[in-house]
């Protein structure tokens, strides 16, 4: 069978990918809202609200729930899988983000005090429990909403 059609015939998979394309979306049009511009590492990047990895891995175990039911082993495969991925994000990546912008904050005032350059970590790595609650969310009602 062709590749691009089982993917498209394959309603998980077009779940899943909405839940995280919606997620995605939001988090441009909440930036574009907040801070009166435009930012495309809004729409590719991590961090934010809400949380693409809950939303994804949500509707993830969702969807599997309504394919081979709840009681699945599917399901608690997926169910514990989404559950590591947002408690990761919401605990070691956001710690990993708040040391990363301490270790800026040191690389700046050295550089200002005329030492080493080095470039700038990424800050924005992981979410608040909120992002996270709000992705899942939006992950689940993505799936209700198409096995409905």
Excluded: C
């Excluded at 005032?109 to 800050?123: P, S």
Aim: no cysteine; proline share 2%.
């Amino acid at each position: 069978m062709n590749f691009f059609i089982a993917i498209r015939e394959n309603k998980m998979f077009l779940t899943v990918l909405l839940a995280w394309f919606l997620a995605q979306t939001l988090k441009v049009v909440i930036g574009v809202l907040s801070e009166k511009r435009f930012n495309f590492k809004w729409f590719v990047g991590s961090g934010g609200m809400p949380s693409s990895h809950a939303s994804t891995v949500a509707a993830l175990a969702a969807s599997t729930g309504f394919t081979f039911g709840f009681s699945s082993p599917f399901f608690a495969i997926a169910f514990f899988f989404a559950f590591i991925i947002m408690f990761d994000a919401q605990g070691v990546r956001r710690q990993s983000g708040r040391q990363a912008e301490a270790l800026n904050q040191i690389i700046e005032d050295i550089y200002l005090n005329k030492g080493i350059k080095q470039e700038r970590l990424i800050e924005l790595l992981g979410h608040t429990p909120v992002q996270v609650f709000i992705g899942a969310a939006l992950g689940v009602f993505v799936a209700i909403f198409s096995y409905r």
